[in-house]
C-alpha cells in the first residue's frame, strides 16, 4: 500500500465550498474505491470504480462526485451539497477479481470550517 | 441488503491472554473475508485473510476462522501484546464488486 499516495494530508474547507480530494497509486491496479470514516466509526463506501472512465454509487454518495479519466487517478469531490463533510477519507486500490485485496492509501481528514 | 456484524465492539484482554473478535454476514454467496487493523489516526492495513474454500488460516499469532453454514468467521490472536492495541475491522465481499466492512472493535491490551 505503499504505492497508494493521497493528498493533502489535511484539508480545511468552509462552508458552501467544494473541495477536490486527490489519490494517485502506481500498482497499476484496476480498482479503485473512496470511503468515508467518522470518529469511532466503520468505513462507508462513497464511490468506486473497476475501469476507467466507469464509476458506481456506493451506500452514501450524496453530495460526492468522482472521475475515472485514468487508470492511477481516482480523485473525489466533496461538494457543498454534502451536509456533514469533516472526516477521514480513505482511498483504497485493488487488482481486481472475485477475491482480491484492498489496499489503503493514508488517508485525508477533512474539516469543514 | 448486504450486511456484516461485528462484536464486541470494545474489547479489553491481559498482556499475553487471546482475544476473540467475531463477524457474521448476511449473503451466503460471500468469498472473500479479511480483517484490517487501524492504529489511531492511521490506515487499515490488512492482517489476515481467508477465503470461502478454506475454514482456517494462520499466521503467527493471528488466526481466523470460517464457518460457511452459519455465516460467520472469527480473528484470533493468540499471546496478545501491547502493540495488539487498535481498532480491528472485518469485511465480506459480496459477489464481484465491493467490501462490507464491519464497525468495527476497539481491542486494548492491559499490560
Known amino acids: 500500500d505503499g504505492g497508494i499516495t493521497q493528498s493533502p494530508k489535511y484539508l480545511f474547507r468552509k462552508e458552501g465550498q467544494n473541495v477536490t480530494l486527490s489519490c494517485e497509486q502506481n500498482?497499476?491496479?484496476?480498482?479503485m474505491y473512496w470511503y468515508r470514516q467518522d470518529p469511532g466509526q466503520g468505513l462507508r463506501l462513497i464511490y468506486y470504480?473497476?475501469?476507467?472512465?466507469?464509476?458506481q454509487k456506493g451506500d452514501i454518495a450524496e453530495g460526492y462526485s468522482v472521475s475515472r479519466e485514468k487508470k492511477e487517478s481516482f480523485p473525489l469531490t466533496v461538494t457543498s451539497a454534502q451536509k456533514n463533510p469533516t472526516a477521514f477519507y480513505l482511498c483504497?486500490?485493488?487488482?481486481?477479481?472475485?477475491?482480491?485485496?484492498?489496499?489503503f492509501g493514508p488517508g485525508t481528514r477533512l474539516t469543514v470550517l | 441488503g448486504e450486511n456484516v456484524e461485528q462484536h464486541p465492539s470494545t474489547l479489553s484482554v491481559q498482556e499475553g491472554d487471546s482475544a476473540v473478535i467475531k463477524c457474521t454476514y448476511s449473503?451466503?454467496?460471500?468469498?472473500?473475508f479479511p480483517w484490517y487493523k487501524q492504529e489511531l489516526g492511521k490506515r487499515p492495513q490488512l492482517i489476515i485473510d481467508?477465503?470461502?474454500?478454506?475454514g482456517e488460516k494462520k499466521d503467527q499469532r493471528i488466526a481466523v476462522t470460517l464457518n460457511k453454514t452459519a455465516k460467520h468467521f472469527s480473528l484470533h490472536i493468540t499471546e496478545t501484546q501491547p502493540e495488539d492495541s487498535a481498532v480491528y475491522f472485518c469485511?465480506?465481499?459480496?459477489?464481484?464488486?465491493?467490501?462490507?466492512f464491519g464497525t468495527g472493535t476497539r481491542l486494548t491490551i492491559i499490560p
Open positions: 500498482l497499476n491496479h484496476d480498482a
Open positions: 481467508i477465503r470461502s474454500n478454506v
Open positions: 470504480s473497476q475501469i476507467v472512465n466507469d464509476f
Open positions: 483504497a486500490t485493488a487488482s481486481g477479481g472475485l477475491t482480491d485485496t484492498q489496499y
Open positions: 469485511a465480506a465481499k459480496f459477489g464481484n464488486e465491493k467490501l462490507t
Open positions: 449473503d451466503s454467496a460471500s468469498n472473500y
